[in-house]
């Protein structure tokens, strides 16, 4: 366990006592700390963003609105699942697949989530850049360890989208769009991408370790965008109108457990999510550009396939199997 700071330390035992203020002398007792330490986490805390209402004769609470992410709310939610998982919570970190793939070629064996509220590194397909602020999105990395053979690395990106779009779909209420093969969209805007990697024994051809990573966009401010991204990137909701019903512990825990249930899925060989992924998909039927390696080429998404590549058929009527790559949808004229 990384050792808290005393910041973290006062933050945690507010939160797990959200209902009822303590004075600062409790919060000094309960963490061997001097008052004045406490006075400062706190002010600290305040400055960082967190509401938290003090008063001489009743002592620090910490607002209700204060949507923290902690593994003890991750829990929570998740109730009796995953209880053989390890889950890793960060404030901030280089990126969450590096975490997992470090992981996961240690030799471990434990099934683990690591989480972190801001990136410095993120990384996205191909190599390029995650823009990954703090306090505006979420940023995840599942790590497993693949029993038998892999089913193609495109089926279980499906299963994570179809998983993300779930959880989104319960807090909004609205349709999610997938992009395949990794991205998803809403208000025609991206706003999260996932990023499949494996950790893989050349040797012994087997895949020793699974990296599924997620980015997401719960709401980001326009200012902090590229100008050249702008038209691209959305978020979930405005930094202004994010619903009271909604948690960040509980939102991560409903994306855990329908992951889990879409890759028990895939193990019993079923493949039902599919046909959730092919409702949800913004290119199937669409005029599209496929950008494999140097090249580009029209063509038309005709389907994704049960293996979770697609399908698309070439102006001069041929039809392809893509397993991977890149995709773009082309402007109707």
Same mark, same amino acid.
Request: include cysteine; charged fraction near 25%.
């Given at each position: 366990?990384?050792?808290?700071?005393?910041?973290?330390?006062?933050?945690? /035992?507010?939160?797990?006592?959200?209902?009822?203020?303590?004075?600062?002398?409790?919060?000094?007792?309960?963490?061997?700390?001097?008052?004045?330490?406490?006075?400062?986490?706190?002010?600290?805390?305040?400055? %960082?963003?967190?509401?938290?209402?003090?008063?001489?004769? !009743?002592?620090?609470?910490?607002?209700?609105?204060?949507?923290?992410?902690?593994?003890?709310?991750?829990?929570?939610?998740?109730?009796?699942?995953?209880?053989?998982?390890?889950?890793?919570?960060? !404030?901030?970190?280089?990126?969450?697949?590096?975490?997992?793939?470090?992981?996961?070629?240690?030799?471990?064996?434990?099934?683990?989530?690591?989480?972190?509220?801001?990136?410095?590194?993120?990384?996205?397909?191909?190599?390029?850049?995650?823009?990954?602020?703090?306090?505006?999105?979420?940023?995840?990395?599942?790590?497993?360890?693949?029993?038998?053979?892999? %089913?193609?690395?495109?089926?279980?990106?499906?299963?994570?989208?179809?998983?993300?779009?779930?959880?989104?779909?319960?807090?909004?209420?609205?349709?999610?769009?997938?992009?395949?093969?990794?991205?998803?969209?809403?208000?025609?805007?991206?706003?999260?991408?996932?990023?499949?990697?494996?950790?893989?024994?050349?040797?012994?051809?087997?895949?020793?370790?699974?990296?599924?990573?997620?980015?997401?966009?719960?709401?980001?401010?326009?200012?902090?965008?590229?100008?050249? /991204?702008?038209?691209?990137?959305?978020?979930?909701?405005?930094?202004?109108?994010?619903?009271?019903?909604?948690?960040?512990?509980?939102? !991560?825990?409903?994306?855990?457990?329908?992951?889990?249930?879409?890759?028990?899925?895939?193990?019993?060989?079923?493949? %039902?999510?599919?046909?959730?992924?092919?409702?949800?998909?913004?290119?199937?039927?669409?005029?599209?550009?496929?950008?494999?390696?140097?090249?580009?080429?029209?063509?038309?998404?005709?389907?994704?396939?049960?293996?979770?590549?697609?399908?698309?058929?070439? %102006?001069?009527?041929?039809?392809?199997?893509?397993?991977?790559?890149?995709?773009?949808?082309?402007?109707?004229?």
């Amino acid at each position: 366990e990384a050792i808290m700071s005393t910041k973290q330390e006062v933050l945690r /035992l507010l939160y797990s006592t959200v209902d009822k203020p303590l004075s600062g002398q409790d919060i000094a007792d309960h963490l061997n700390l001097s008052r004045t330490a406490v006075w400062k986490a706190i002010q600290q805390l305040k400055k %960082d963003g967190y509401e938290i209402t003090s008063s001489t004769k !009743v002592g620090y609470q910490l607002s209700r609105q204060t949507d923290l992410l902690t593994l003890e709310g991750i829990r929570t939610h998740l109730g009796e699942h995953l209880q053989d998982w390890d889950i890793q919570v960060f !404030v901030t970190t280089t990126s969450t697949n590096d975490l997992a793939k470090n992981y996961g070629a240690s030799g471990a064996r434990v099934p683990t989530f690591f989480i972190a509220e801001e990136q410095t590194a993120g990384r996205g397909r191909l190599g390029r850049t995650f823009l990954s602020p703090p306090k505006s999105g979420l940023y995840m990395s599942i790590c497993i360890f693949p029993e038998g053979d892999l %089913d193609s690395i495109s089926l279980i990106t499906c299963a994570t989208a179809v998983a993300a779009t779930r959880a989104v779909e319960s807090f909004i209420h609205e349709t999610v769009g997938i992009k395949w093969v990794n991205d998803l969209y809403y208000h025609d805007k991206k706003i999260a991408g996932i990023l499949t990697e494996a950790v893989t024994n050349i040797e012994a051809q087997r895949v020793d370790a699974l990296i599924v990573g997620m980015g997401i966009n719960l709401h980001i401010d326009d200012a902090i965008i590229p100008e050249d /991204l702008k038209p691209i990137i959305g978020s979930l909701f405005s930094p202004q109108e994010i619903p009271k019903n909604f948690s960040r512990n509980e939102f !991560v825990a409903r994306f855990l457990k329908e992951w889990n249930q879409c890759y028990e899925a895939i193990n019993s060989g079923k493949r %039902d999510f599919m046909e959730e992924y092919k409702s949800h998909s913004i290119i199937v039927g669409k005029k599209i550009n496929v950008i494999s390696g140097m090249k580009t080429y029209p063509a038309t998404a005709k389907s994704v396939d049960n293996n979770g590549h697609l399908i698309v058929q070439t %102006d001069d009527g041929s039809i392809h199997s893509l397993s991977y790559g890149e995709v773009s949808i082309r402007p109707e004229n």
